[in-house]
């Protein structure tokens, strides 16, 4: 993602929002006559497990808890989301609907008129006027956050009913929407700069590479009489002419003999030795003087003091104890949470994945980070589960997808960056991580009795990322897009060199095929109805041909056109046509921003090495359940269904499914 993507995707301004005071209030209703009250959900939202993995590790003895399930009620293949991404998957869940109805389609969206890209499940606005004095920008009004996914999620249903409802860290649920429960927002929460997390590592090697990498920043630092002196940055400064990021100054001193450093920061000292992660350390950004501060949290790692210094600063988290933005219901759920466990990740994506990628963190660093992460979800459990006594209960668990997606190189000898040295330290991780969450089962189970129902559900599985296939690259290949001439490398700006006078159709996000549709586009040449279509079965065909030189493999096995997938008021507002890739095949990192790399395929050497992007049919999700499952073929959404059935209360009209618990 280029650097000026990013700062396009990026929270025009924190402290106006905060001033926004977004309305959490709910209006109540009463209790129809068929509500069950007496029934009790536990529902177990796994983000990523993988249900070949988990039959696997079952078979070895490996996770007692979910073999007892499986044994006592039902194991199910879970039908997933067109396409498999968890913003879409989570949306499918929440609502009931595909994402014809729901209108998350990928993870980034793109406006047909100006081709600007953005992330799908929110939108944060600034102030719509504004006072310039000097070099100050003094808001007038205030600002807005906005959740994009539209439909009733399953526990506003239940408010109507008055059935109790606990949601902890659902995805596409940020800003939470109005609720009488407790919740969480989860996927798609920002950190206090507005990405889906950015890290700044600290460096005084002069071979590294300076400046904006993927998810992060590198900034070069002088070690002078053993002192670093430099910044913390912030969120962009919105009340400053230019919106310059707002940065604080820290020092750190570094013992010349021993591996140790002392850090100072806004009046706090704290000494790390080399390879010590420091707890959360709170800052404070002013961005205008008096009223203008917002708060964050961010951890240190002193990975290096000798002979290179080398220090990496996570990303700056919403603080919960002082949201900037709304991230709970009620308001002050978030801080009465600290103040139970301690400080935690907010961060919608709390596993530092992209440090691993650019090779800031290294495996070890990496799983210790991770498995910091999981420790804090699991004392959320631990503090709020004994306290459910009825009504709906669900939490989310991210541990098993984020670290899947980096560390199953390890577990592929296939995988272009397969290492047998690193694999024999760390290539039983994703299993360690799949008995940790078969522990957290074990603590649930013994506290489901005659009147509960138990879920335990992933989004979608998981399968190797070997090959990229970059989706423009082979459309201007093969005459379906046309560039300005004398540009032919990669831009900044998504799209700005292309011709669209001659460009029939582009590729944005992991699975998103798009016509150049003439009244739609900005520049639109293609004919709504028969041309579009003849030129989508057109693609279809082409595409389904597409073989690896190096094997023959179909990289391409499934084209889905919206018009097929799709049902609701927003099934032609996303892509015309979604890309589903074979096993071992995904799209490229540049290709789903538009960009064009020189080759249409590409070996991945990235560490992110297992994903789920793919043809919907080859990654299922999993369902268990402690009561017999009717449902020969479930999928994603049926459970809103499912839920709203265990407590008597019928599904709304614009819900697809059935619940899993009665036959069709």
């Known amino acids: 993602m280029t650097l000026a993507f990013r700062k396009r995707l990026r929270l025009v301004c924190l402290l106006a929002v905060c001033a926004a005071g977004v309305s959490l209030s709910v209006s109540c209703q009463r209790a129809r006559g068929g509500t069950d009250l007496s029934k009790k959900v536990i529902i177990l939202g796994i983000d ?12 070895e003895g490996k996770m007692p808890n979910f073999a007892k399930l499986a044994d006592q009620g039902s194991f199910r293949r879970l039908t997933t989301s067109i396409p498999p991404q968890s913003p879409v998957a989570w ?24 081709f600007e890209l953005y992330f799908s499940t929110s939108k944060v606005e600034g102030p719509k006027h504004s006072l310039h004095v000097g070099s100050w920008v003094i808001p007038l009004g205030s600002g807005s956050a906005e959740q994009l996914r539209h439909g009733k999620a399953f526990w506003e249903i239940l408010d109507e009913q008055n059935v109790p409802n606990f949601v902890y860290r659902m995805p596409a649920n940020f800003p939470p929407i109005a609720a009488k429960g407790k919740t969480l927002s989860g996927m798609g929460t920002p950190d206090l700069r507005g990405t889906y997390g950015t890290f700044t590592f600290y460096t005084d090697d002069p071979t590294a590479a300076i400046g904006a990498v993927e998810g992060g920043e590198v900034v070069q630092v002088e070690v002078k009489n053993n002192r670093v002196a430099s910044n913390i940055i912030g969120p962009d400064n919105t009340f400053r002419k230019n919106s310059p990021p707002a940065t604080e100054p820290f020092t750190v001193d570094v013992d010349p003999l021993e591996p140790v450093a002392r850090v100072s920061f806004q009046d706090q000292q704290f000494v790390l030795k080399e390879g010590e992660w420091s707890g959360w350390v709170p800052v404070e950004f002013q961005l205008m003087p008096f009223i203008g501060n917002v708060k964050g949290i961010c951890r240190f790692y002193l990975k290096q003091t000798h002979p290179r210094f080398q220090l990496y600063v996570s990303p ?29 990740h907010t961060q919608g994506i709390a596993e530092d994945t992209k440090a691993i990628m650019a090779g800031v963190l290294d495996d070890k660093e990496y799983l210790e980070q991770s498995h910091t ?26 541990s098993l997808d984020l670290n899947a997606h980096v560390m199953w190189r390890l577990t592929d000898p296939q995988s272009p960056v397969y290492d047998a040295a690193l694999a024999a330290q760390y290539g039983t991780a994703i299993e360690e991580f799949y008995e ?15 009147n509960t129902t138990l879920l335990v559900l992933s989004d979608h599985g998981f399968a190797p990322y070997r090959h990229s296939f970059n989706l423009n ?68 065909q082409k595409l389904l041909e597409v073989r690896d030189p190096k094997d023959g493999s179909q990289v391409i096995t499934r084209i889905d056109f919206a018009s097929e997938a799709y049902q609701g008021p927003y099934a032609r507002s996303g892509p015309d046509a ?28 990235n560490a992110w090495s297992g994903d789920h992007c793919m043809d919907f049919t080859k990654v299922p999700g999993v369902l268990l359940s402690n009561r017999k499952i009717a449902a020969d073929a479930p999928a994603l959404t049926d459970i809103a269904p499912t839920i709203l059935s265990e407590f008597g209360v019928a599904k709304t009209k614009d819900m697809m499914g059935h619940s899993v618990f009665q036959a069709r």
Do not use: C
């Open 48 to 59: 990523g497990l993988d249900p070949d993995l988990l039959t696997k590790f079952m078979a």
């Open 91 to 114: 949306s499918n869940v929440i609502t009931g609907m595909n994402a014809g109805g729901h209108g998350i389609f990928d993870f980034i969206h793109r406006d047909p008129k100006t």
């Open 316 to 344: 700056i988290n919403i603080d919960p104890k002082n949201p900037a933005l709304p991230i709970s219901t009620p308001a002050s759920y978030s801080s009465d949470l600290a103040k139970q466990i301690g400080e935690y």
């Open 373 to 398: 992460v999981l420790a804090e979800h699991r004392r959320a459990f631990d503090t709020e589960f004994p306290k459910f006594k009825d009504g709906l209960f669900f939490f989310y668990f991210s």
């Open 436 to 450: 940790q969450i078969d522990q957290v089962l074990g603590e649930v189970m013994p506290k489901v009795d005659e």
């Open 473 to 540: 690259t082979w459309l201007l290949n093969n005459g379906y897009i046309a560039r300005k001439e004398g540009l032919s490398g990669d831009v900044s700006v998504p799209f700005s060199d292309l011709d669209w006078s001659r460009t029939r159709a582009y590729g944005v996000g992991l699975n998103g095929l798009y016509l150049n549709i003439r009244g739609r586009e900005r520049d639109g040449i293609v004919e709504p109805g028969a041309q579009a279509d003849a030129l989508l079965q057109e693609l279809r």
């Open 578 to 605: 979604l890309v589903g890739y074979n096993r071992g095949y995904r799209a490229g990192w540049t290709t789903i921003t538009g960009g064009f790399p020189p080759d249409v395929l590409e070996d991945n050497t």
